[in-house]
């Protein structure tokens, strides 16, 4: 096959389209790849299949399956969106890394999630849909009542969020499932009103079965998720992505949190201005 995606956007849409298609181990492979654009782009093969759980071979099997001879002819897609990028965060922290012997533990561990956070960020800017966001904000800033669900490693987001919206006069409601009274405190959630969903792999399985079960009832549900691979992706609409680096397997959510800011005071503004 010839005709195959020489750009980021049209092998991340070929991904999503053929990824429900593929065995166990290729979809695996695919939301990793996803998720991970930056560790695609600059590791080498034994190292991306370590991270992705896979062996090597299955990474020549995926690229292969969506059309490019072999790997590295895929990964040069990878590594073409970021040609233009003047800071090579992975290389930064590999350097980091390598004067371990002359920093504190504690300053490097800092270094490092400042470098795990500015990745995030950067990736954010990148990614995120101008369009996608307003149709977020306009679903959410007509909502009666904004259902912020998320759970476990996604907490303190829904949380910050319904801080700040108290704060900002927006009509709110955490579902914290303490008492595990999560599906009783979505029950009172309408048509008219909208649920902001928030998880990323591996998915809290009570913020998605809770979703999808709005969804179901027509409430209308936003998303923040990690990518189109994300069950939230397939029941959310509209749904933003977002990618965060990690340090020492902690990843950061500094990125989630701006998202997060950005939403809150924007549904506000929006409301303002209808007033």
Same mark, same amino acid.
């Given at each position: ?17 053929? %990824? ?194 709005? %969804? ?60």
């Amino acid at each position: 096959m010839t005709d195959v995606p020489r750009d980021f956007p049209a092998l991340k849409a070929l991904i999503t389209q053929r %990824a429900a298609a593929l065995p166990k181990r290729l979809t695996q492979i695919a939301a990793f790849a996803l998720e991970n654009p930056d560790e695609i782009a600059f590791g080498t093969v034994s190292a991306i299949a370590a991270q992705a759980e896979v062996q090597p071979s299955a990474l020549v099997r995926f690229a292969q399956a969506m059309g490019y001879q072999g790997f590295s002819d895929m990964q040069e897609v990878f590594r073409s969106r970021l040609r233009d990028r003047i800071l090579n965060y992975n290389e930064r922290l590999e350097q980091l890394r390598a004067h371990a012997e002359t920093a504190s533990k504690p300053h490097l561990i800092f270094q490092g999630f400042c470098e795990a956070s500015a990745r995030s960020i950067a990736s954010l800017g990148e990614k995120l849909d101008p369009a996608e966001l307003d149709r977020a904000v306009e679903r959410l800033a007509a909502a009666r009542t904004i259902y912020l669900l998320g759970l476990r490693r996604s907490y303190p987001i829904a949380a910050y969020m319904a801080y700040a919206f108290g704060k900002l006069g927006v009509r709110s409601h955490l579902v914290d499932a303490v008492g595990g009274l999560a599906a009783e405190q979505m029950t009172f959630a309408t048509h008219e009103d909208a649920v902001l969903a928030i998880s990323f792999a591996p998915y809290a399985s009570e913020t998605i079965q809770l979703a999808r079960a709005a %969804a179901g009832r027509g409430v209308p549900l936003i998303a923040v998720t990690d990518g189109p691979l994300s069950p939230l992706a397939q029941v959310a609409s509209p749904w933003i992505e977002v990618g965060e680096a990690n340090f020492e397997g902690f990843r950061s959510m500094a990125a989630t949190l701006t998202l997060a800011m950005t939403l809150t005071v924007a549904i506000a503004g929006r409301r303002q201005q209808e007033a």
